[in-house]
């Protein structure tokens, strides 16, 4: 009977410690997830359409599961900090059609490789799903023009270097990153005095993006849209047997090299669309390693002159 008792007191005791200990790693965890920043205020956000029965269909029952993210009315960025900054900043736009947010294969996967290169990741949660407005990119565009104004309004708190902010972006985030660095969209709501500002991302990279090619003739780009002069410096990745945006790094790649400007291209043979951080057992798995060697080629990884 005492021994039995003994067993019971000390099996108690075993499990508050494993509760404890749960307890402990749980609040640790929740620790190092940083808070999101709101990018407007409410009264700074106007009407949007609402999803049409084919978009809340696509989305499915569901809306947002583990890794992926959807009705995202108020937009916010989370600033994963590296342990040892070297003064770049990207901000993080993952895809999903405009209908949803991948938000780990092409978010937080994306934060964690770029802080171990020393970057300040900023994970950009745009307003979604836009599929049905007229111009689907029209806000979450708003929303990385405002996400790059606070990122530099903040850059001495959060030490970075206000001339080394970049973006990346996959697939419908690609395609918002591309409209934030080649057509300088207007800032189309209200501007906020010392903090917004006309500049755009520093250097881009692409990732299986797409939207910039005429419909019918997939070898030019769509009518009233060209790679500016001044194009920020680019670095662009696909799979060649990505079925739904195979062409469009090639093209815009071509309009770099026409205009003279720094870009580098790579095609990988399989992959698929929508790769992001995730593993596929194919070359493609290594495409961080290559996009961190021509950051720091580029000289965005090492400190800039004042």
Same mark, same amino acid.
């Given at each position: 009977?005492?021994? @039995?008792?003994? *067993?019971?007191?000390?099996?108690?005791?075993?499990?508050?410690?494993? *509760?404890? *200990?749960? !307890?402990?790693?749980?609040?640790?965890? #929740? !620790?190092e997830t940083p808070p999101p920043i709101k990018l407007f205020d409410a009264a700074e956000l106007g009407p949007r359409v !609402?999803? @049409? &029965? #084919?978009?809340?269909?696509?989305i499915g029952p569901k809306g947002s599961v583990a890794g992926r993210e959807t009705h995202?009315? &108020?937009?916010?960025?989370?600033?994963y900090a590296a342990e040892k900054p070297n003064g770049a900043a990207v901000i993080v736009c993952p895809g999903g059609g405009y209908w949803f947010l991948s938000t780990h294969n092409e978010g937080t996967g994306v934060c964690a490789w770029l802080n171990q290169l020393g970057v300040t990741a900023v994970l950009l949660r745009y307003r979604t799903p836009t599929s049905d407005e007229t111009i689907p990119y029209q806000y979450p565009v708003q929303d990385l023009q405002r996400a790059l104004a606070i990122v530099r309004h903040r850059a001495d708190e959060w030490k970075i270097d206000p001339r080394r902010v970049g973006v990346i972006g996959f697939s419908a985030g690609a395609n918002l990153v591309g409209h934030a660095s080649w057509d300088r969209?207007?800032?189309?709501?209200?501007?906020?005095?010392?903090?917004?500002?006309?500049? +755009?991302?520093?250097f881009t990279l692409?990732?299986? +993006?797409? +939207?910039?090619?005429?419909? &019918?003739? $997939?070898?030019?780009?769509? &009518? +009233?849209?060209?790679?500016? $002069?001044? !194009?920020?410096?680019?670095?662009?990745?696909?799979?060649?047997?990505?079925g739904n945006n195979p062409l469009e790094a090639g093209e815009l790649y071509l309009a770099y090299k026409r205009l003279d400007r720094p870009a580098e291209l790579h095609v990988y043979a399989k992959g698929g669309h929508g790769f992001g951080t995730r593993a596929t057992n194919h070359p493609v798995d290594g495409w961080t390693r290559t996009a961190g060697e021509w950051m720091r080629s580029q000289g965005f990884l090492e400190a800039t002159p004042k």
């Open positions: 009977m005492l021994l @039995s008792r003994r *067993l019971n007191s000390s099996n108690k005791a075993m499990k508050s410690l494993i *509760l404890m *200990l749960i !307890a402990l790693a749980t609040s640790a965890g #929740a !620790a !609402a999803p @049409s &029965e #084919a978009t809340l269909k696509r995202i009315a &108020e937009p916010t960025i989370v600033v969209t207007p800032r189309t709501y209200p501007q906020k005095p010392g903090v917004d500002d006309p500049r +755009g991302p520093d692409f990732v299986y +993006g797409g +939207g910039f090619l005429d419909k &019918e003739d $997939k070898t030019k780009f769509r &009518e +009233g849209f060209a790679v500016p $002069k001044d !194009a920020p410096p680019c670095f662009f990745v696909v799979a060649h047997n990505d």
